[in-house]
């Protein structure tokens, strides 16, 4: 088999696509939390996804990822046997599962439940009682549903919307939760940068250490570009060597969300070419 071939692709939904790619010394080593960045050609840009699963005896590393620009769209234009140019891992420190305690809520908001799903995994499979919270849209945009039963003690499924499972935002389940006596050693929120933020307010208030996994824009993927810079505890941390995982209650969201912000008019445009090439059409 060569280096870096696809040797599964599966779509989730229309926008969300699973792969496994063949990739023997990152599957030997990956722990959950960790990330990898590829290239689906030699011009292409790298871009960092977090590694949503490995099986060490076939030698893969599965990989899901949300078709939002260029690269990705790109990247989901490959087909089983076809090959990645570069795949680069795993990078970043590993969640720090030990020392979460063993009751701990993982809360995970859209696609961010592809990164919650290895967590959670691996703090049940170390004896972790886990409730595992995955919080979507509405039902059509649900991913992983089976998967993630199988990877905790309580699943609680929620819509914005109130069209499958508990009515209301990750943040409402909590909150719920610990109302009705729950108590938890630890919370994990992975997801968009608002939701991290407001579920850090209210865990900050109740007392209940929380940790937070970022994606903010990155280059190298070795702390040398400095783009993926995040302030936390009022000094500057690298998400790619310094994290990707934080204390949810030093970050500075507010820097995290303007600089994120920063390149949405450009990452528009490119993927606006990208779809123009596709269909044989200039974008004048």
């Known amino acids: 088999?060569?280096?870096?071939?696809?040797?599964?692709?599966?779509?989730?939904?229309?926008?969300?696509?699973?792969?496994?790619?063949?990739?023997?010394?990152?599957?030997?080593?990956a722990k959950a939390g960790q990330f990898i960045i590829f290239r689906v050609n030699a011009d292409g840009e790298r871009v960092p996804l977090t590694i949503a699963g490995t099986?060490?005896?076939?030698?893969?590393?599965?990989?899901?990822?949300?078709?939002?620009?260029?690269?990705?769209?790109?990247?989901?234009?490959?087909n089983e046997g076809e090959c990645l140019h570069d795949f680069v891992g795993p990078l970043g420190v590993p969640t720090d599962i030990a020392a979460m305690g063993k009751k701990v809520a993982v809360v995970g908001g859209g696609a961010g439940c592809a990164i919650a799903y290895p967590i959670a995994k691996a703090l049940h499979e170390s004896g972790a009682e886990?409730?595992?919270?995955?919080?979507?849209?509405?039902?059509?945009?649900?991913?992983?549903?089976?998967?993630?039963?199988?990877?905790?003690?309580?699943l609680h499924m929620c819509t914005d919307i109130g069209d499958y499972g508990f009515h209301g935002f990750g943040l409402d389940m909590l909150k719920k939760l610990v109302s009705e006596g729950?108590?938890?050693?630890?919370?994990?929120?992975?997801?968009?940068?608002?939701?991290?933020?407001?579920?850090?307010?209210?865990?900050?208030?109740?007392?209940?250490?929380?940790?937070?996994?970022m994606n903010p824009i990155m280059v190298d993927g070795t702390g040398m570009c400095g783009c993926c810079r995040v302030t936390v505890g009022g000094e500057t941390k690298f998400a790619c060597v310094d994290g990707p995982d934080f204390d949810g209650h030093l970050v500075d969201f507010d820097e995290c969300?303007?600089?994120?912000?920063?390149?949405k008019e450009f990452e528009n445009k490119k993927k606006e070419e990208h779809i123009c090439r596709l269909r044989g059409k200039t974008n004048a």
């Open 55 to 78: 099986d060490k005896e076939k030698g893969t590393v599965s990989i899901i990822f949300q078709k939002v620009g260029a690269s990705t769209m790109a990247l989901d234009e490959l």
């Open 257 to 263: 969300i303007a600089r994120n912000n920063t390149y």
């Open 130 to 154: 886990v409730d595992l919270i995955a919080g979507f849209r509405n039902k059509d945009l649900i991913i992983l549903e089976d998967e993630m039963k199988a990877a905790c003690t309580n």
């Open 182 to 213: 729950k108590k938890f050693d630890h919370v994990v929120a992975i997801g968009p940068l608002m939701m991290m933020k407001f579920i850090c307010v209210y865990t900050k208030e109740a007392g209940i250490p929380t940790t937070i996994s």
């Open 1 to 29: 088999m060569e280096k870096y071939q696809i040797v599964k692709k599966k779509p989730l939904k229309p926008d969300i696509t699973m792969m496994d790619i063949y990739a023997p010394l990152v599957a030997k080593k």
